[in-house]
């Protein structure tokens, strides 16, 4: 069964995950024509293997810290920054921690 969608004007809590992150699953927050926002769930020591999207996209680090993989270099990205992609870079992402972010996506 499908999560519902937040709706134009409703209020989306994201809170720390904690103890909880393990078992936590990412989830779709929003997704419309044009945006898609992602609550992405990294548990330490997994990786999300290389993908690229079409659109521009941000990761932003809500808790822990995630190695992005880029072409040829490695970001760090720890609680409270955020990393900026353009559309089709190729990318990876490691939890070094128990880790979520909210990923937004600019769909063309």
């Known amino acids: 069964m499908a999560l519902p969608h937040a709706t134009s004007g409703e209020v989306i809590s994201l809170p720390p995950l904690g103890s ?20 992405v769930v990294v548990p330490a020591g997994k990786e999300i293997p290389p993908h690229q999207v079409a659109g521009d996209i941000t990761i932003h680090c809500l808790e822990g810290v995630l190695e992005v ?4 270099e490695t970001r760090t990205v720890r609680a409270g920054e955020l990393l900026y992609l353009q559309g089709n870079q190729s990318h990876a992402l490691r939890g ?11 769909l063309r």
């Open 96 to 106: 070094i921690e128990n880790s979520t972010a909210l990923v937004t996506i600019l």
């Open 20 to 39: 909880a992150l393990p078992q936590a699953r990412t989830i779709t927050l929003v997704k419309s024509d044009t945006l898609e926002l992602l609550r």
């Open 69 to 72: 993989d880029l072409d040829n």
